[in-house]
Nanobody
Framework: QIQLVESGGGLVQAGDSLRLSCTAS??????????MGWFRQAPGKEREFVSA????????NYADSVKGRFTISNDGAKDTVFLQMNSLKPEDTAVYYC?????????????????WGQGTQVTVSS
């Protein structure tokens, strides 16, 4: 069983930056099938895809709404994934969730992910 723990959320002003971290534990992560990603959910809205990274080859995928502003990366051991968020906007306000799956593709549907963190709040004031 894999456990995911997020950190790094907070309250910032529009235009500021934040970096979220998510550390996975419980299994080996050397498999080429392991993918980690970030989703977010604002009040009254569905959970939406933000970004994903392959822990095998480092390939990434981004939602159009965050392209050019957010960057996903992982550490050398590939058990921690980061989401660097720059030029934050009020519409980025949401609970951000780390997720993981073994399907080997940079999927964007929440139902495709099997493991979830507890979420971390990001609030961007105007």
């Amino acid at each position: 069983q894999i456990q995911l723990v997020e950190s790094g959320g907070g309250l910032v002003q529009a235009g500021d930056s934040l970096r979220l971290s998510c550390t996975a534990s419980g299994r080996t992560f050397s498999s080429f099938m392991f993918v980690m990603g970030w989703f977010r959910q604002a009040p009254g809205k569905e959970r939406e895809f933000v970004s994903a990274i392959s822990c095998f080859n480092g390939n990434t995928n981004y939602a159009d709404s965050v392209k050019g502003r957010f960057t996903i990366s992982n550490d050398g051991a590939k058990d921690t994934v980061f989401l660097q968020m720059n030029s934050l906007k009020p519409e980025d306000t949401a609970v951000y969730y780390c997720a993981a799956q073994w399907r080997g593709r940079l999927l964007t549907g929440a139902r495709e992910y099997d493991y979830w963190g507890q979420g971390t709040q990001v609030t961007v004031s105007s």
